[in-house]
């Protein structure tokens, strides 16, 4: 999820499902082997300290991100035309529940209810708040001279990647440091450094935050581990044939956890470019390139179209006049007794909205408009088999509801625009209903 945050509305959902389980086991299981195994693994006989995913999450997926959305090529129309994002109020809902959710898997990763589980648990609230603050004031006092929501949580994450690798070994105030430290990082990498090099499309800030958020904070796990800053200790370097020695300063652990740092970084790179040429390969035959791999990408009518339609004939939000039968199709109470639904599951929908409105009162009783140049219907008349398409009344719109015996009756007249309304579904209503 991670990864695909920096490369979204442009690949193909057949080319993701391919791409996905390849990158699983050409990139996360060998980094998440070489750190996680315990003897004999690479990097953990290097001495390396990732006690939550910071080399084998977040840096592999942030680094995985930045090289899909290189090769793919940036989304129509980015930078020129403004992609705000989405939905702010989900957004903080979302970042909400992943607070939570992080708090479980740092605390979870001593894989014991132990002092190292309720300090990771400590360290990752710790961390999270300090980015969240220093994204806050860098951005209310260097960089656009007021504070954001969307700031905030951003700060918020940046805190939680730096703080995983960490989370066992370093204490509450280096917990501190690392979640600020982290946070600035991110916002210089995920703006500034963005902007200046216009090269990429990393559309989440997969890179910017989790990618760099992960390599500083292994970094900086090297200094605040050290027991002399409260830490919980350095790791142990394994030598040729077994025998172990254990690391007893800053600069030794600073200088291993860079080497794992580069490794993870091309280790990721290399597996991700061999996982998408492999796919694109799949989707439309060979050539030579690494680069503009344009058999994963989805046309371009189909995203200024917008994936969801396309893809899966659905919208986030049923506002548009053709979101009706999106909703009638896939909708959760397709066909249940008692809904509207029921009727157009089974292929009609209600007509006779002139007599509807008449009976329901009010200013849209006389008469009603049918179509666009249809002529009118009046209150009790039906037509249907015309080519209709507009079913309005005065510009309201009327809401009708079907009871469990099959019967009919207006729940509301609203005044906010004519329902356009397919002329195959249209059929009569009985005038039977005492509701109606």
Same mark, same amino acid.
């Given at each position: ?20 389980? +390849? ?9 998440? $082997? ?10 953990h006989a ?6 939550? &995913? ?26 020129? #035309? ?7 109020? +989900?957004? @903080? ?9 992080? !708090?479980?898997? @740092? ?30 004031? #860098? ?5 656009? &001279? ?12 940046? &805190? ?10 370093v204490s509450?105030?280096?917990a ?7 946070s600035?990082?991110?916002?210089? %990498? ?17 890179f910017? #935050? $989790? ?13 605040? %581990? ?6 919980f200790?350095?790791?142990?370097f ?9 690391? @007893? /300063? ?16 091309v ?15 799949? %989707? &439309? ?32 939000? /049923? ?16 066909g ?11 292929? /009609?929908l ?49 809401? !009708? ?17 004519? @329902?356009? !309304? ?9 005038e039977?209903s005492?509701?109606?």
């Amino acid at each position: 999820g991670i990864m695909t945050g920096a490369f979204v509305e442009r690949m193909r959902f057949d080319a993701l499902l391919g791409f996905v389980p +390849l990158w699983l086991v050409l990139v996360y299981c060998p980094l998440a $082997h070489m750190v996680w195994a315990g003897d004999g693994a690479f990097l953990h006989a290097l001495g390396a300290i990732d006690f939550a &995913g910071g080399l084998v999450v977040h840096i592999s997926s942030g680094i995985s991100g930045l090289v899909a959305c290189c090769v793919i090529g940036k989304r129509l129309g980015y930078p020129t #035309i403004p992609k705000a994002p989405h939905h702010l109020i +989900l957004s @903080n809902i979302g970042m909400s529940f992943l607070w939570v959710g992080w !708090i479980g898997f @740092n605390g979870g990763s001593a894989v014991a209810a132990d002092v190292y589980a309720g300090q990771a648990v400590l360290v990752t609230q710790i961390a999270s708040a300090a980015g969240v603050l220093a994204w806050m004031m #860098i951005e209310w006092i260097v960089t656009r &001279g007021k504070p954001s929501t969307l700031g905030m949580i951003s700060g918020a994450v940046a &805190g939680l990647v730096g703080v995983t690798p960490a989370a066992g070994s370093v204490s509450a105030c280096g917990a501190l440091c690392i979640g600020a430290v982290t946070s600035a990082g991110c916002l210089m %990498c995920s703006t500034k450094l963005k902007e200046t090099l216009d090269t990429y499309d990393d559309s989440l800030d997969a890179f910017g #935050i $989790h990618g760099v958020g992960g390599i500083l904070g292994a970094a900086l796990t090297a200094v605040w %581990c050290a027991p002399g800053l409260q830490g919980f200790g350095f790791g142990t370097f394994v030598h040729d044939g077994g025998r172990t020695e254990a690391i @007893n /300063n800053i600069g030794f652990q600073l200088g291993i956890q860079i080497v794992s740092i580069l490794i993870s970084v091309v280790w990721a790179t290399i597996g991700t470019l061999l996982a998408l040429k492999a796919v694109d390969v799949a %989707c &439309g035959g060979y050539h030579l390139r690494f680069h503009r791999l344009e058999h994963i990408r989805v046309p371009e009518g189909i995203e200024k179209q917008g994936l969801d339609e396309t893809f899966f004939a659905e919208s986030g939000y /049923n506002w548009k006049e053709k979101d009706l039968k999106i909703s009638v199709e896939l909708g959760p109470v397709r066909g249940q007794p008692g809904t509207l639904l029921s009727y157009v599951s089974s292929g /009609n929908l209600l007509s006779k909205a002139g007599s509807a409105l008449g009976k329901a009162g009010g200013d849209a009783g006389s008469s009603s408009d049918v179509g666009e140049g249809e002529g009118s219907m009046s209150p009790g008349e039906s037509r249907h088999g015309a080519d209709m398409e507009d079913l309005s009344a005065h510009g309201g719109t009327i809401t !009708i509801g079907v009871t469990d015996d099959g019967e009919t009756r207006v729940e509301d007249v609203r005044a906010h625009g004519a @329902n356009r !309304i397919p002329s195959s579904k249209m059929v009569d209503i009985s005038e039977s209903s005492g509701d109606a």
